[in-house]
């Protein structure tokens, strides 16, 4: 099972960026991914998730309203477009996969559900 989290960057207050998630090593409709973010000197925190379906989601708090996250098993990518950006949304972004069976439902929000990683994207939102 890889990972590889892309689309990271510098971006203005109220802009956007699209990271991807490429997945290989395994089928993509039996995983649940999610995205987290670790800022600096901050612990990690759940931004959003989705299920191997695609059907269920789940948003933290913070980006209710301006993220959005999607899937498409055929290319096996996952995304997180961003919309809104501030400068507290700057941190290292990670996707992260566990098996859920083939197109369920179920949605993980706890990072120790988790057990495959990716390597991060860094996104910094300037002020």
């Known amino acids: 099972v890889q990972l590889q989290a892309s689309g990271g960057g510098l971006v203005q207050t109220g802009g956007s960026l699209r990271l991807s998630c490429g997945a290989s090593?395994?089928?993509?409709?039996?995983?649940?991914i999610a995205w987290f973010r670790q800022a600096p000197g901050k612990e990690r925190e759940g931004v959003a998730s989705i299920s191997s379906s695609g059907t269920n989601r789940y948003y933290g708090d913070s980006v209710k309203g301006r993220f959005t996250i999607s899937r498409d098993n055929v290319k096996k990518q996952v995304y997180l477009q961003m919309n809104g950006l501030k400068p507290e949304d700057t941190a290292v972004y990670y996707c992260?996969?566990?098996?859920?069976?083939?197109?369920?439902?179920?949605?993980?929000?706890?990072?120790?559900?988790?057990?495959?990683w990716g390597q991060g994207t860094l996104v910094t939102v300037s002020s």
């Open positions: 992260a996969a566990v098996a859920s069976g083939f197109r369920t439902v179920h949605v993980f929000i706890s990072e120790r559900r988790y057990p495959y």
């Open positions: 090593g395994f089928s993509l409709e039996y995983y649940a």
